[in-house]
């Protein structure tokens, strides 16, 4: 393929997808910094990949690459030491004042459950219910069936609304 056409696709991509493949890396890791890296990496993969994109969904194809790219730091990382030093941690460690302060109370009661599920749980969620793509594509990014997304999404779903009604912060409109 044409350099310059390569480029420019890539380029096309990042002004369009690039906030939503941050915050799907940022909710997968919850750390800032990193997260910006991953996603500049993520560009990178795209670009160096861009060959192998048989047109359809380009926010899919990205978010696949994210998720590859996540999970490959996050096991580079030793995955229990990282969970302990990055997943577990509350958001206040991780956010600015600015971002603190734009997060209402509820917000930061979700973000802290979500950080607390297993891996396949948050990122099921992230994709269907964060991000709002279907099962098809979910079950794309995730590599899975789409009876697997369903399945996990009602397992994690109901997963969520147990941490917070434990924390007495559930919101009823949560379903599973």
């Known amino acids: 393929m044409d350099g310059d056409w390569q480029q420019k696709k890539i380029n096309d991509w990042y002004h369009a997808y690039s906030n939503e493949v941050y915050k799907f890396i940022r909710y997968m890791i919850n750390d800032h910094e990193q997260a910006k890296d991953l996603m500049q990496d993520t560009f990178l993969r795209a670009y160096e990949h861009v060959d192998s994109f048989q047109g359809g969904n380009a926010k899919s194809w990205l978010l696949k690459i994210a998720r590859n790219t996540t999970i490959d730091f996050m096991r580079k990382k030793k995955p229990v030491q990282y969970l302990l030093n990055h997943l577990a941690s509350t958001p206040s460690r991780a956010l600015t004042p600015e971002q603190l302060l734009a997060l209402n109370e509820e917000e930061k009661e ?67």
């Open 110 to 176: 979700l973000y802290r459950a979500i950080a607390s599920l297993k891996l396949p749980y948050r990122e099921v969620i992230i994709l269907r219910k964060i991000k709002e793509l279907s099962i098809k594509e979910s079950a794309e990014i995730l590599g899975w069936s789409e009876n697997k997304v369903k399945t996990n999404v009602w397992r994690a779903m109901h997963q969520l609304k147990t941490r917070l009604r434990k924390e007495g912060d559930v919101d009823e409109s949560i379903q599973p």
